[in-house]
Each structure stands twice: as structure tokens, then as C-alpha cells.
């Protein structure tokens, strides 16, 4: 084996273990925040739902799981007060779920968390690495998607 391979091999646990710890942090910092009744599934449906809604179908394909799974994930959401279904303005059959005010608060308070998370990652490896490791990141990642995996 190579070294590039045994750098390359060393990689996997490193970043998922990076991941992980960052969705604790975020989902401690969001908890820290009075937002204790969500969890980091709810974040990435947060993801993806903040640019503009999507239905049912978008967020199950987002998230990797059934429509069945996402409209039961949805209508707990509801119950909370964090989203709302509104007509959807392209498809007379389908919802659009979209963040209440209480969803967008909530996703402010994960950004603040996340910020807060990896604000110690500067001081480590400094602005320069840090928007290159960034930039590396960016060029590897597939798709850009945030899901869950769990």
C-alpha cells in the first residue's frame, strides 16, 4: 500500500468523526438556545425546507427516507409549530411545507451553534488552511446535499 492510500484510508474515520461531532455541538447549541424538542433529523429537513418549502416528496428525497417517513416527520413538525403547509404554487395536488417563524428561529439558532462550533477550528488551523480545507471540501463533496445517514 502506498502512502497516498494510507493517508486516503485514514480519512473516513477521521471525517465522520468530525461529523458527528459537529451535530452534537450544533444539536447542544440549539438545545442551549430553548430549542429542546427537535432533533438533528429535524435540522436537515431545516436544510432543506429554508430556501423556499418544498412538498413532501422533495424532503423524503432529501432526507433519503419514504414519503411516508417524511409526511410523519412533517406532520410532527406541525404539531410543534416549526413548519406549515401552504398550496404549493406549481402543483394544485401538492403541499408546500415551509418554515413558521418558530422554524426560522430555530434555524438561526443552529447557525449561531454551528458558528460557535467550529469557531475553535481557526485558532487551529488558522484562516489561510481553514478556507483551503474549505475549498478541498467543496470540490469533493458530490452534491452538497445535507442529510442524515442515521
Not at 494510507?6 to 474515520?13: E, G, I, R, Y
Request: aromatic residues 4%; proline residues 6%.
Amino acid at each position: 500500500m502506498t502512502e497516498a492510500e494510507t493517508v486516503a484510508l485514514s480519512l473516513p474515520p477521521l471525517l465522520l468523526g468530525l461529523a458527528a461531532d459537529l451535530v452534537r455541538a450544533i444539536d447542544a447549541g440549539v438545545r442551549e438556545r430553548g430549542f429542546d424538542d427537535v432533533r438533528p433529523a429535524h435540522g436537515f429537513a431545516f436544510a432543506r425546507l429554508a430556501p423556499g418549502g418544498a412538498s413532501v416528496g422533495e424532503l423524503a428525497e432529501h432526507l433519503g427516507v419514504t414519503k411516508q417517513a417524511a409526511s410523519q416527520l412533517v406532520e410532527e413538525l406541525v404539531r410543534k409549530g416549526y413548519v406549515e403547509r401552504q398550496p404549493h404554487p406549481a402543483d394544485a395536488r401538492a403541499r408546500l411545507v415551509v418554515l413558521t417563524e418558530r422554524g426560522w428561529a430555530c434555524t438561526r439558532a443552529a447557525d449561531a451553534a454551528a458558528a460557535e462550533a467550529v469557531r475553535p477550528w481557526v485558532a487551529t488551523l488558522g484562516e489561510e488552511r481553514l478556507r483551503g480545507l474549505r475549498d478541498d471540501l467543496a470540490r469533493l463533496a458530490p452534491s452538497g446535499r445535507l442529510r442524515p445517514i442515521w
